[in-house]
């Protein structure tokens, strides 16, 4: 009876270790009392034993939850997360780091403090997740923005899940994704923009098209207009990139201005852009625009304390209906501006149908012209040209024609535009200078051949190489070939064709520049590059003894030469009065259909066989 109470108590221990109630009460066996009592000794020790290590237990738990509930703090202390608890309804009980993310202090976003602070746009889809909450997903992730405590707006990312304990309670973590947002909206608009300019790109003014022509269906009109800039390739070129890149930048601050609200302004490549404009009362309307457009980009430009000036030629079409191909009116819009570039540059053309015509012979003449050096289809003659001292042929000048097979003989200066563009030109240059001085080669005595040469091949660094190459595989002295140089190709110096000149030079060819006159530019080109001749503008011989104006500028480009030592010269002579006009002011060579009509090799040839025959016969030696 006397250890009853005692084992009682045992199994109590034993009980509260293992986390059960209470055996007091409970009978307990017969047995010896000294065994009995040494056993309830050690079950009560035992039971001692396992209620300390649950309480070790506890305490390290704790612990772990405390080290693991500080990081979590500190790390939406940080602004990287903020984590929150919610009730099923969205209302906030705990958001921790929101301060650190917005600025603006926890407690105003309990509740539905942040529902206020959501961006208008993004509203209805944060609606809508609650919604799905309520319909019963288990699971939510949405993005918005939220404002801060500047008055900005930071995107982020709500993540969270439902927790199946009492009560139902929201748990999750709101992520700044600000940063990702921000390079995802980057790559979208480097999608859509030109990066120089920050223009809507060819992608976005097509878009913007489409969207004009579903208005025109309302009743509204609307035009394209194509434009690109005369002159540009000069100032790039001569003044280098960056110069270029800074007058593409103000060109787009021009036209900016110059278009209404509502207008797209887009750059389609180069020096190329292009406007859809809504909203016109009448067609006259975009004409209007198209003169504003030339005056306003025809203004003088500052860049880097150099004064340049360019211009601007513009093509027009009218949407003619809602249903209108939005490609086909952007390749009328081209076409127009293409009729602008033939009619002189500096104005504009509104698209006819008459155009369409022309566009499609274009493309027939570009794929013609593409396949033309390689079916042999070019012709060189050579026109002669005469020293006026001696009265005889001293050069012929290489003449280009193409044998078109179904249009005959087609002057390559008709051309000549076209093949730039296509990428045929600068070939068909070394073509020419090739196939001079193998036919220059068989001529006797010192006559010498001239060959027209484009900024393209001048722009080249290895032109001079290959004029040395043409020299050695003809067998032609390098003083018997002349490289005419037209003077708009000269223009404010460009450093790397006056390079190009010089290394010319060094191989011993004669230099000349032609249409001499025909820009202010002139005398600044005879001062920096090393000419042998000049070529004085057509247009001042054909004025000869017509107005005073010609015979005066001829006297004095003869008189300038004269005096620097430079041989002068003159084409498009035709009649025997200007040539006599000429020997008076002692202009040294001459050439024009008044010495005959241009030739073929073999012509050239046979004329020198026959040489003493004939008023302008060639010297054979």
């Known amino acids: 009876r006397v250890l009853r109470p005692v084992a009682a108590l045992a199994r109590d221990a034993e009980a509260g270790a293992a986390g059960g109630a209470g055996l007091a009460g409970q009978p307990l066996g017969e047995a010896s009392t000294i065994h009995e009592f040494e056993f309830l000794r050690e079950r009560i020790a035992n039971a001692h034993a396992a209620l300390h290590q649950r309480a070790e237990d506890a305490r390290r738990n704790a612990e772990a939850l ?15 997360l903020v984590l929150w608890r919610s009730t099923p309804d969205g209302r906030l009980i705990a958001a921790a780091g929101w301060e650190s993310l917005t600025g603006q202090p926890e407690p105003e976003a309990l509740g539905c403090g942040w529902a206020g602070r959501v961006h208008p746009d993004e509203r209805g889809r944060v609606t809508g997740a609650l919604g799905h909450i309520a319909s019963g997903h288990r699971e939510i992730d949405v993005e918005f923005r939220l404002s801060t405590a500047g008055g900005g707006w930071r995107w982020v990312r709500v993540r969270g899940v439902l927790i199946d304990e009492p009560g139902q309670e929201w748990v999750g973590a709101l992520e700044d994704v600000d940063e990702r947002r921000r390079a995802e909206a980057h790559v979208a608009h480097l999608a859509h923009h030109d990066p120089l300019t920050q223009l809507p790109n060819r992608t976005r003014l097509r878009e913007r098209l489409v969207d004009a022509l579903g208005h025109v269906r309302e009743g509204a009109r609307a035009a394209v207009l194509c434009l690109d800039l005369d002159r540009f390739k000069h100032v790039n070129d001569s003044l280098g990139h960056p110069a270029g890149d800074a007058l593409l930048v103000a060109v787009t601050h021009r ?24 909203g016109l009362a009448s067609p006259r309307d975009a004409e209007v625009l198209a003169e504003r ?3 306003t980009l025809g203004a003088p430009y500052e860049l880097n304390g150099h004064q340049v000036s360019i211009g601007a030629s513009v093509g027009i079409v009218h949407a003619p209906s809602a249903d209108a191909d939005p490609d086909r009116l952007m390749a009328c819009a ?43 289809e070019f012709e060189v003659s050579y026109e002669p040209v005469v020293n006026v001292r001696f009265g005889s042929i001293c050069a012929y000048e ?35 200078l090739r196939q001079a001085c193998l036919d220059a080669a068989a001529w006797p005595g010192d006559v010498r051949v001239a060959v027209d040469i484009t900024t393209g091949q001048l722009e080249d660094a290895a032109f001079p190489g290959i004029v040395a190459v043409a020299l050695q595989r003809s067998g032609l002295p390098a003083a018997r070939l002349e490289l005419e140089v037209g003077e708009h190709a000269l223009a404010d110096g460009a450093e790397r064709v006056l ?13 000349a520049i032609d249409h001499f006159g025909s820009s202010r530019s002139a005398l600044g080109c005879l001062r920096s590059f090393p000419f042998d001749k000049v070529k004085i503008e057509e247009s001042f011989v054909r004025q000869m003894g017509v107005d005073k104006e010609g015979d005066a500028m001829v006297r004095a480009l003869t008189a300038l030469c004269d005096t620097l030592g430079v041989a002068s010269a003159a084409s498009g002579v035709d ?27 073999s012509d050239v040839v046979r004329q020198f066989a026959q040489a003493g025959e004939g008023p302008w016969a060639p010297r054979s030696g």
């Open 499 to 511: 390079d190009a000149l010089h290394r010319l030079k060094a191989l011993g060819v004669r230099l």
């Open 575 to 601: 009649a025997q009065a200007q040539l006599d006009l000429l020997s008076d002011e002692e202009c040294v060579e001459v050439q024009g259909r008044l010495f005959g009509r241009a030739l073929r090799a």
């Open 334 to 376: 081209d076409m127009a501006l293409y009729c602008a570039k033939q009619a002189g540059r500096g104005g504009y053309r509104t698209f006819s149908p008459d155009m369409d015509a022309r566009l499609q012979g274009r493309r027939d003449t570009e794929r013609e012209l593409a396949r033309a050096l390689a079916r042999n």
């Open 66 to 80: 405390a080290i693991s509930e500080r990081r979590h703090r500190a790390l939406a202390e940080a602004g990287a």
């Open 255 to 278: 036209l900016t201005h110059v278009v209404r609200e509502g207008d797209t302004v887009a750059r389609m490549g180069g020096d190329e852009f292009a406007i859809v404009q809504t």
């Open 293 to 295: 457009i030339v005056n």
């Open 398 to 432: 290489a003449k280009v024609h193409w044998q078109h097979p179904q249009r005959g003989p087609i002057e390559l200066a008709e051309v000549s535009g076209l093949a730039d563009e296509i990428g045929v030109l600068r070939p068909l240059g070394d073509w020419i």
